[in-house]
């Protein structure tokens, strides 16, 4: 029984997620950017057009009508911005990345 529970939240969970995606890219107009340079020329010209990577924090400004822009542009899968490679670590890498990486534990202890 209590597995069934945490089954049907997963999907719930899932659900919402599906419908914040369709309702995004349906209302506000959307796409998915494939790189840094794709993104910018979406950008360029649109002064209303806005990044969108996780929208933890745009989603629901937008859902309470607080903001619309015209053109949504989603960097969360842009490969480029999700590399770490020496001391440099891109905009995209999440904390949950930075675990796994060894290079980086060994070179900033203090971030663990």
């Given amino acids: 029984m209590a597995r ?17 995606l369709l309702f995004q890219r349906l209302v506000f107009g959307g796409q998915f950017a494939g790189g840094v340079q ?3 020329q979406a950008l ?12 933890h924090s745009l989603l629901p ?3 309470l009508r607080l903001a619309s ?3 949504l542009v ?5 490969a480029e ?3 770490v490679s020496g001391g440099t670590i891109g905009a995209g890498v999440t904390y949950n990345d930075l675990l796994g990486n060894a290079q980086i534990k060994a070179n900033y202890p ?3």
């Fill in 4 to 20: 069934q529970f945490v089954l049907a939240l997963q999907l719930g969970a899932f659900a919402g997620q599906l419908f914040s």
């Fill in 38 to 40: 794709e993104a910018v």
């Fill in 44 to 55: 360029q010209g649109n002064e209303d057009a806005k990044l969108i990577a996780g929208g």
């Fill in 61 to 63: 400004v937008m859902k």
């Fill in 69 to 71: 822009p015209s053109l």
């Fill in 74 to 78: 989603d960097i969360g899968k842009v």
């Fill in 81 to 83: 911005l999700k590399s």
């Fill in 110 to 112: 203090v971030l663990y």
